[in-house]
């Protein structure tokens, strides 16, 4: 799926659904406390048809070009659920998914599903900031006995911190879309304005030092 058409399609609808929103000068605030001037919360292309279907087919094509071996497909709860569970039926593979930690009650499972020990299993994520929960689901499976043998997703920040991350753990990553075609499509369709383009790419080059000087 290396089709920059196909990329920039993807950031497009991004944007017109909502699903990725920017504000340069009302950043949000992440989970991990960080500010950002972007958001992004794939559930929301779930609400449209072809938007998600657009998305299956990407996804499809990312499991046939690089991970044809696959026997078994892994999403990361929550977001990758949906998306995992999409793919695995239209390829007829098993779908097994990763809690964040392990269910408080019954078995206190961490993995959902019947993984098979030594079974090939690919990981699907919808975004990809730092990489840290999609990581720690690697980690999980690999402990239950998996063999891992990569992980796509819908979209990533391109964080070259990230990129070293996946290196480190020896995991192949493939996504749809990212961070420079997102703003490469902003820009062309007015959704930011060049001024924003710049605060956007000085938060990117340096997310924690730039929420340092938001904050000043």
Not at 51 to 59: Q, S
Not at 95 to 104: D, L, N, T
Not at 111 to 130: A, C, F, P
Not at 145 to 169: L, R
């Amino acid at each position: 799926m290396e089709n920059n058409a196909y990329k920039e399609k993807l950031a497009e609808y991004l944007l017109q659904i909502k699903a990725i929103q920017l504000s340069p000068d009302a950043p949000f605030i992440w989970a991990s406390g960080l500010k950002s001037p972007v958001y992004c919360d794939n559930r929301k292309l779930l609400s449209y048809p072809e938007v998600r279907n657009f998305v299956k087919e990407g996804l499809i094509s990312l499991v046939n070009e690089y991970f044809p071996l696959t026997e078994c497909i892994a999403g990361v709860a929550t977001a990758g659920i949906p998306h995992g569970a999409i793919v695995a039926d239209a390829l007829n593979l098993p779908f097994i998914y990763v809690r964040s930690k392990p269910k408080e009650h019954g078995l206190t499972n961490t993995i959902e599903g019947d993984l098979k020990h030594g079974q090939r299993v690919l990981v699907v994520e919808d975004t990809i900031s730092t990489g840290g929960s999609s990581l720690k689901a690697v980690d999980d499976l690999r402990a239950a006995g998996a063999e891992v043998n990569g992980m796509i997703a819908i979209y990533k920040y391109n964080f070259e911190s990230a990129h070293q991350k996946f290196e480190d753990a020896g995991i192949i990553l493939k996504t749809l879309t990212n961070y420079n075609f997102l703003l490469q499509v902003a820009e062309q369709n007015g959704y930011i304005t060049k001024d924003e383009l710049e605060t956007l790419n000085s938060w990117h080059t340096n997310p924690k030092e730039w929420n340092n000087y938001s904050n000043a």
